[in-house]
């Protein structure tokens, strides 16, 4: 499979916790975008990566938020100290430069803290 | 006002049937307008994006942008039960970042 993957694609964590999720991009694609769902509304962006450096933050990404995208393959996104309004779904993409309106997503990691 | 407005329905139509959809949007420096297909707990899937106005046809999928409106379509003719999914119409924006709709869910009555 080809497409972009995500890892792992649920998780449970309790209030405090921190929690890592993983994203592999597409392989030939060098932009790579985190963005957080929930329930009833669109994906909001969060960041994106073109190679290893980190573009744009929004102010969505607290600093209880980090990205990395150390060698400007695959990408991780931490959460620290996780509260109850961080569940969600974390949905990762990826995409060409320059072609920002063809994204391809990935499954998404739906996270649940209790 | 919000970048992008999309009414969240559900929207239920009997198989067979001309499904239309819509969003409006506010900027009139939007160049691109995408929708996305999200079926449930699955990541949204890039179904056509058109550029400036007019219209883009792929297979039973229309997407039409109205500029002077400010209102983008998509429609789905012979409707099948397989598409019922929410749909997403998408801007980018001038800082070059993807703006959703919050989706539209769309049943297909078999």
């Known amino acids: 499979d080809t497409g972009v993957s995500q890892d792992p694609r649920h998780k449970i964590t309790k209030r405090g916790q921190n929690v890592t999720f993983r994203c592999d991009p597409i392989?030939?694609?060098?932009?790579l975008y985190w963005y957080r769902q929930t329930l009833g509304q669109g994906p909001e962006f969060l960041t994106y990566f073109q190679n290893e450096a980190q573009l744009e933050k929004s102010r969505l990404l607290s600093d209880r938020f980090s990205a990395e995208r150390p060698k400007g393959s695959f990408s991780t996104l931490e959460i620290q100290r996780t509260e109850q309004g961080d569940s969600a779904m974390y949905l990762c993409?990826?995409?060409?430069?320059?072609?920002?309106?063809?994204?391809?997503f990935g499954p998404g990691t739906r996270l649940t803290v209790l | 006002q919000k970048e992008v407005e999309q009414d969240p329905g559900p929207l239920s139509v009997p198989e067979g049937a001309i499904v239309s959809l819509n969003c409006t949007y506010s900027n009139s420096a939007f160049q691109y307008f995408m929708w996305y297909r999200q079926y449930s707990r699955k990541g949204p899937e890039l179904l056509m994006y058109?550029?400036?106005?007019g219209n883009k046809e792929d297979g039973r999928f229309t997407a039409q942008v109205d500029k002077s409106s400010k209102y983008i379509s998509l429609f789905i003719r012979d409707s099948q039960p397989s598409d019922s999914a929410t749909y997403l119409c998408a801007i980018v924006d001038r800082d070059d970042k993807i703006i959703f709709g919050k989706g539209t869910r769309l049943h297909i009555l078999p």
């Open positions: 993409a990826s995409s060409f430069p320059g072609r920002v309106n063809e994204q391809f």
């Open positions: 058109t550029y400036s106005s």
């Open positions: 392989s030939e694609h060098n932009r």
